[in-house]
């Protein structure tokens, strides 16, 4: 054998090896391509689930916390009035005047929005009350007494001589809470 077939044999074997070294390489390189595309791909489905997972814990807390505010939300809304209400509440108040001695009339029902609670209005109701002096100031107190959310303000108190005796009159607005 000769030199030159030597040199040419290695040659042919260096080319060779260099060529499986370059395949090896570029099946490497796409091996790492597709671990990486196929993990990036496994990242998305894993975030969708957490925010899937989050989402549904978010609506579970939501109804757990709709469930266990039941109970306080319907105290809440019984302290208010009821849309339909406004004209029950008015008999209401002259019955109760009535039965503890006290002649009482409305002068006026106005409604505003209130500021700070969207579905909610405030019914102001002037009132007249006429009776006895401890009947008056006793039909003042359970006003503010009242199961509903209601505000007694500008209290006019005056003596009034009738024959037959002396009679009271409280003119005072009353502030109720009621539903749109």
Same mark, same amino acid.
Do not use: C
């Given at each position: ?81 009821? #849309?339909? @209400?406004? +004209? *029950?509440?008015? =008999?209401?108040? !002259?019955?109760? $005047? ?6 009482? #009339?409305? @002068?006026? +029902? *106005?409604?505003? =929005?209130?500021? !700070?609670?969207? $579905? ?11 009776? *006895? ?7 003042? $107190? ?11 303000d500008q209290i006019v108190m005056s003596r ?21």
């Amino acid at each position: 054998m000769s030199a030159q077939t030597i040199g040419r044999k290695s040659k042919e074997l260096l080319i060779i090896t260099l060529l499986l070294n370059l395949a090896a390489i570029g099946w490497y390189g796409f091996l790492f391509w597709k671990i990486k595309e196929k993990n990036e791909h496994i990242s998305d489905l894993s975030n969708k689930i957490e925010a899937e997972v989050s989402a549904e814990q978010a609506i579970h807390d939501k109804k757990a916390l709709v469930e266990d505010t039941a109970a306080l939300r319907g105290k809440l809304l019984s302290f208010i009035l009821g #849309s339909r @209400e406004a +004209v *029950s509440f008015i =008999e209401f108040l !002259e019955k109760t $005047g009535a039965n503890i001695g006290v002649r009482t #009339s409305v @002068e006026s +029902v *106005s409604a505003r =929005e209130h500021p !700070e609670l969207s $579905g909610m209005e405030e019914l102001r109701l002037k009132l007249r009350s006429t009776g *006895s002096w401890p009947a008056v100031v006793r039909f003042l $107190g359970l006003m503010e007494l009242l199961p509903y959310e209601a505000d007694v303000d500008q209290i006019v108190m005056s003596r009034a001589e009738f024959e037959g005796g002396d009679l009271w009159r409280a003119d005072f607005t009353l502030a109720v809470l009621k539903e749109k």
